[in-house]
Structures are given as C-alpha cells and as structure tokens.
C-alpha cells in the first residue's frame, strides 16, 4: 500500500502545471467535452506508467541492490531539481489531427507528451524501488487523474488559483528524501 499511496502522492503533486496538465487545459478548451478527454488521458496514462513500470521492474532485476540503491538515490534527487523547473507545452503536442476524435486525439496527443516527462520517469523510479508493479502504476494513473481530471472539468477557473510552485517545492522535497533514503539505508523496501 506505500506504493500506492507514495505513487498517487509524488505524481498528483508533481503533475502540478507540468506539461501534460497545460495539456488537459487545451483539450478542454479546445473541444469542451470532458468525458472522452478523460477517457483518453486515463487509457493514455495507463498504456505510458505500464511501459514506465516495467522498466523500472526490469531494471530491479538487471541491477545488483547496491547499484540500483545508488541509481535510485541519485535518481530521486535529480527528480527533485527537475520539480523545480517550470513546464511549457510545446506546440506541436497539443496539435494532434482531430481527425481521430476527441478520445484518439487526447490519447494520442497526452501518451506522447507523457514520453519522458517528469511522471514517467517517476514511475520508472518508484517501480524500481517498490518492487511493485501493479500498485505504483495503479498509484502513478490515480495521481495523474487526481491533477487533470478538475484541469479538464474546471480548466482555467482552476489554474489561475493552484499554487504550483508550492506544489512543485513540496514533489521536490518528497522526491529529495527518497533520494536521500535510498542511498543512505542498507536496503530498499522489496529489495
């Protein structure tokens, strides 16, 4: 259950006016049907934190506990500087054909802005250290759902007033002191 839980947390908060947010903001605006957007963000999540996590699962096999301890720390600390710099949304992510509908258009649109991305690399690291798949992908889809599905049915009333720095200082602190738990203790949780 921490694997969930930290998963759910570390993503919600660090999905906090990231790139895949500002893109759920310019779907809504853009099509105004927020049913299909969700859909589209929540199978494009899923299909892009499964591939993350399995990566993350096949490098707990790959690497020795001490390698993958220092990886893992040094990883979670680079995570946290990487929260500190803001997201823009580039132009041609948010520019998907709508020939594919609003469902293939978001779909196709947020898996491929989510290829590393800040949450994706998360996953690959929380996969990594949990040792559990199913959970920190179940855990990394909830929090990417909790931070866009109100970015999709609010849109800008909600932007104007998250203070994302905040929540990118907090994802920051929390990414340092896996960081720092990592590499300072014996042995990670399900190593």
Known sequence: MDAFL???GIVALAE???KTQLLSFV????YQRPWPIIFG?????LANHALAGAVGSWLTG???PDVLRWVLGISFLLMAGWMLI???LDEDEANVAPRFGVFGTTLIAFFLAEMGDKTQVATVALAAQYSDFLMVVAGTTAGMML???PAVLVGDKLAARLPVRLMHAIAAVIFAALGLYALFSQ???GL
């Not at 963000?41 to 999540?45: K, N, S």
Request: charged residues 15%; without cysteine; glycine residues 12%.
């Open 187 to 189: 042995g990670l949780p």
């Open 147 to 149: 931070a866009n599905v």
């Open 6 to 8: 930290i998963a759910t």
């Open 41 to 45: 963000i929540l199978v494009a999540t």
């Open 27 to 30: 779907l809504a605006a853009r």
């Open 86 to 88: 803001p997201d823009k």
């Open 62 to 64: 790959l690497l020795g």
């Open 16 to 18: 906090i006016g990231d």
